[in-house]
């Protein structure tokens, strides 16, 4: 199994819309978790860090589940704005291949 | 406060030739990271320091890269030589000693491309 694992997309979603980003990793005794946010030619920015009990920022969720091993990002109100590539980061530091979103008018 | 700075930002070599980037972290980040990214992956960890020890390298081609954080602070990556498939983007980041809730700042990255 790969360290991290991550549905790369696309997710083409309309404005508005409430959209779902999952990522599983494999090792247990991972610790800090993080989303980037990267842009088309640009490099990766942190979005949020990930905390067992939830972290929000506005229409930003992130989620970690230890159980299952996976962490989770959700998106609501989707804006034009929110269109990239959503990367999974677990402890390495190793990220995930990405997820691109598109939110169409 | 200036962020990661990267040079050069593009460069273009020929199959076989040495080609180095540099790497300028956050003042007072001690640990360093190089990453390697191609298009449509996420970034891919070559290398990372902490202060000038090279802590996990694990994943660097050692045959043909590699690396120095003579003291701590800058650091260069070389590939020599280089092949058609290093052609990539090679990404900087740095980070406070086990990053916690801040994460990893990257710099700009250094396209690379090998014809």
């Known amino acids: 199994r790969k360290e991290v694992e991550q549905d790369p997309g696309p997710f083409n979603v309309p404005e508005g819309a409430t959209v779902a980003f999952n990522c599983t990793y494999s090792?247990?005794?991972?610790?800090?978790f993080f989303w980037y946010r990267q842009d088309c030619r640009k490099e990766p920015k942190l979005l949020m860090s990930?905390?067992?009990s939830g972290n929000e920022d506005g229409r930003f969720t992130a989620q970690l589940n230890r159980a299952s091993q996976y962490i989770s990002l959700l998106i609501r109100d989707s804006k034009l704005s929110d269109s990239a590539t959503y990367l999974c980061?677990?402890?390495?530091?190793?990220f995930g291949r990405g997820t691109s979103l598109i939110v169409h008018p | 406060e200036a962020g990661v700075v990267q040079s050069p930002r593009y460069k273009i070599i020929e199959k076989k030739q040495p080609v180095a980037f540099w790497c300028n972290p956050i003042?007072?980040?001690?640990?360093l990271y190089w990453y390697r990214q191609n298009l449509g992956q996420g970034p891919e960890l070559l290398i990372r320091?902490?202060?000038?020890?090279?802590?996990?390298d694990s994943q660097l081609p050692k045959d043909r890269f590699s690396a120095e954080r003579l003291k701590g602070v800058d650091s260069t990556l070389k590939i020599q030589p280089a092949e058609l498939g290093d052609s990539a983007v090679y990404l900087c980041?740095?980070?406070?000693?086990?990053?916690?809730?801040?994460?990893?700042?990257f710099g700009s990255g250094t396209r690379l491309t090998v014809v």
């Open positions: 980061v677990v402890p390495g530091p190793t």
């Open positions: 980041a740095s980070s406070a000693l086990r990053a916690l809730g801040n994460g990893y700042t």
């Open positions: 003042s007072g980040h001690n640990t």
């Open positions: 990930v905390y067992s």
């Open positions: 090792n247990s005794a991972s610790q800090s």
């Open positions: 320091y902490e202060n000038e020890e090279a802590v996990d």
